[in-house]
């Protein structure tokens, strides 16, 4: 008989699984059809018949499933953001304001510079890490720039959001 002590298998530690927190769109062209400081000009108001219109009249639009999107997933308890290169600071917070989805915007920075400037000003303010985020995003070079901050990344494809594209950014989260 042997008097090496039997040593048993020890479990091994588990990771632990990623939690999503936050969810961090862009605005031009992935919540609504235009950019706002080329396209369309500010300040944006409601007319008479309750659209939003810019300063000539032209009645302004978003992407069809953008209001179940954003109500959707901050009832389901998600921290949503928005990050946004656009010059036109004031005019994108009128529209949110306009369209009725600054109530589920927990974060909003709008301003020029590099999308990763945006998601280190985001993690900043919420003390949410990259790995508990998801972006949306319509450009391919942001999609690569934050996902190489360890952020899960979505390019979005023409059309805008919608909720398969939404539903796929969560499942490539959750792998």
């Known amino acids: 008989a042997s008097l090496e002590p039997e040593l048993e298998p020890q479990p091994q530690p588990q990771p632990e699984p990623r939690i999503l927190k936050l ?8 919540l609504w059809p235009y950019c706002v400081s080329m396209s369309i000009a500010s300040p944006f108001t409601r007319d008479a018949n309750g659209d939003v219109v810019d300063s000539s009249g032209t009645i302004l639009q978003y992407y069809p499933d953008v209001p179940e999107v954003l109500a959707d997933l901050h009832q389901r308890g998600y921290i949503l953001g928005v990050a946004s290169g656009c010059p036109d600071l004031a005019g994108c917070k009128q529209l949110l304001n306009l369209f009725g989805w600054d109530k589920y915007l927990s974060y909003v920075d709008i301003h020029p510079g590099h999308k990763f400037q945006h998601l280190e000003k985001i993690k900043k303010s919420s003390g949410v890490d990259f790995s508990e985020m998801l972006f949306f995003d319509d450009d391919q070079r942001n999609v690569r720039d934050i996902s190489s901050m360890g952020v899960v990344s979505v390019l979005v494809p023409e059309g805008g959001i919608t909720k398969p594209v939404v ?3 969560i499942k490539l989260f959750e792998r």
């Open 23 to 30: 969810i961090v769109f862009d605005l031009d062209f992935t």
């Open 167 to 169: 539903e796929y950014g």
